[in-house]
């Protein structure tokens, strides 16, 4: 059978070495020109507009020109959503790079993912959002509750204005290290915006890592209540300890 869309070219594009380096680069959710693009990817500028122009024509990704320069990102949440669900797989199948960066474990703990958390800390928040009801699964997907609507007002985001985004609120993303999931969305990118605002943590330029101070990262695991959640996972372990033994 030869029914639906044909998945061939878009996945030529993206396993293209240079194309997934530069793909991989705006998954930081900023824009980024040519010239960088092509710095990290350890190609010419020729050859990276060469590469740039097939990326656009697919959709994969826009341009915007400012003054003498030229940016170009991630062309929607699809195509991110996609991308980290690729490199969710490439972890899991042990597709690593030869060479860590040094920035790596920063890099696990928290990083951007297009616009929301991800990372250890964004997993952790996630989980905790479950724990205490505030988010919920169902079988339309991720909904709020009422007792997230108050929880996300008593921090400070206002959920009516973050509605009125033209995007899905909520969502749950696979997160490529943890293997679990986090919060995306028009809620987790409203999050994390908050968590840059109140001074917990700043972006690290050049990269996708988001650095928590110490007290941010206090702040954060204790407004979410992470020690309960901890409390939470040791009980399910015991639990299934006892189960396995009986």
């Known amino acids: 059978m030869k029914d639906g869309p044909n998945i061939v070219g878009i996945a030529a594009l993206i396993g293209d070495h240079a194309r997934a380096e530069v793909l991989t680069a705006l998954m930081s959710g900023q824009a980024l020109t ?3 693009l092509a710095d990290l990817a350890s190609v010419t500028r020729q050859t990276m507009s060469s590469h740039l122009a097939k990326l656009v024509e697919a959709g994969l990704i826009t341009t915007n020109s400012e003054g003498r320069h030229r940016y170009f990102r991630i062309a929607s949440i699809e ?42 800390l964004g997993v952790l928040v996630y ?9 919920e699964l169902g079988s339309d997907g991720l909904n709020l509750t009422e007792t997230g ?21 909520c969502r749950s ?63 399910r372990t015991a639990t299934d300890r006892c189960e396995s033994r009986a």
């Open 149 to 169: 609507r108050r929880l996300f007002h008593d921090i400070g985001i206002d959920v009516a204005k973050v509605e009125c985004a033209r995007r899905v609120l």
């Open 34 to 36: 040519a010239t960088e």
């Open 173 to 235: 993303c696979l997160d490529w290290s943890e293997r679990r999931d986090h919060l995306a969305g028009a809620l987790g990118a409203a999050l994390l915006q908050h968590f840059l605002e109140c001074g917990w943590a700043s972006r690290v330029p050049g990269t996708r890592v988001i650095a928590f101070s110490a007290p941010g990262e206090k702040a954060l695991r204790y407004l979410f209540g992470m020690h309960d959640l901890r409390h939470a996972e040791l009980q």
């Open 127 to 135: 989980d905790s959002l479950l724990l205490k009801k505030a988010l």
């Open 79 to 120: 195509v991110a959503h996609l991308l980290e669900n690729l490199m969710g797989v490439a972890f899991k199948a042990g597709a690593l790079r030869l060479r860590s960066s040094p920035r790596e474990p920063a890099l696990r703990k928290a990083r951007v993912c297009y616009d929301h958390l991800a990372g250890e």
